[in-house]
């Protein structure tokens, strides 16, 4: 695990849009395509802004790019609260991507059908894997932290934290609203998992995931531990602010 602290919300954007066209360029290259899993979130909404500038845009090999999401709320694509609206608004209308390669969870399905059909949709993409894999392989999967240390729709003490049979499921926020969710399985089987998290509201949480006793039935977060990826935080200066000088550094 890795650690990147950058002065505010402006710098790590542009750090996580860099490195996010350097992995897209290198995924093409070296299996053909670069799939990803997004995340909702006003940290994210920052980067996706940027990829729809030309500076970025020109960086990624969109012919290659499949999205996919990590978490979605169970409501139709252009409610406010969707997590597919926020990145389309951002960026998708702005960049040339194929309508084909966008996978969106369809939260305006009865939320165990939309699982269902979003599990079988990654066990096509672990289907078309060369070499074939159990567990779909992301590239890259984009994560935000709640406050309560949930991460995706990964809630403390839900039974969705237990899930390794299936890599899509329903699920409930502690706001009772119905939720989607890709499993622990999923987000610990990527190449790259990316943490972006900011403002000093979130400081407490991630000095708890990072520092603090590790309990990731109660603290979700703590949960993500890639098997053969790796996994990255990028923090702004007042997410970071609670964290110890050793962890810093």
Not at 12 to 40: I, K
Request: aromatic share 6%.
């Amino acid at each position: 695990m890795s650690i990147e602290i950058l002065p505010d919300g402006d710098a790590l954007a542009l750090r996580a849009a860099d490195l996010f066209a350097l992995a897209a360029q290198e995924a093409a290259a070296a299996r053909g395509r670069f799939a990803v899993a997004l995340s909702g979130g006003e940290t994210p909404r920052a980067l996706y802004k940027l990829l729809a500038r030309q500076q970025f845009s020109q960086k990624v090999p969109w012919r290659r790019v499949q999205l996919y999401w990590g978490d979605e709320r169970c409501v139709p694509p252009d409610d406010p609260q969707s997590n597919y609206g926020l990145a389309r608004d951002a960026f998708l209308r702005h960049v040339p991507i194929a309508d084909a390669n966008v996978h969106r969870m369809r939260g305006e399905d009865p939320p165990e059908e939309a699982a269902q059909a979003y599990d079988a949709e990654l066990r096509g993409l672990a289907a078309e894997s060369r070499p074939r894999v159990e567990v779909p392989i992301f590239d890259l999967v984009l994560l935000g932290l709640g406050a309560d240390g949930h991460t995706a729709s990964l809630f403390p003490h839900s039974d969705a934290l237990a899930v390794e049979d299936r890599f899509a499921v329903p699920t409930t926020a502690p706001d009772g609203s119905p939720r989607l969710t890709v499993t622990a399985p999923v987000i610990n089987a990527a190449r790259r998992v990316w943490f972006l998290v900011g403002g000093a509201k979130k400081a407490g949480m991630v000095a708890e995931v990072l520092e603090g006793l590790r309990v990731p039935n109660a603290v979700p977060a703590q949960g993500v531990a890639p098997v053969h990826g790796t996994l990255t935080w990028f923090l702004d200066e007042a997410a970071a602010a609670e964290l110890s000088p050793d962890a810093r550094g």
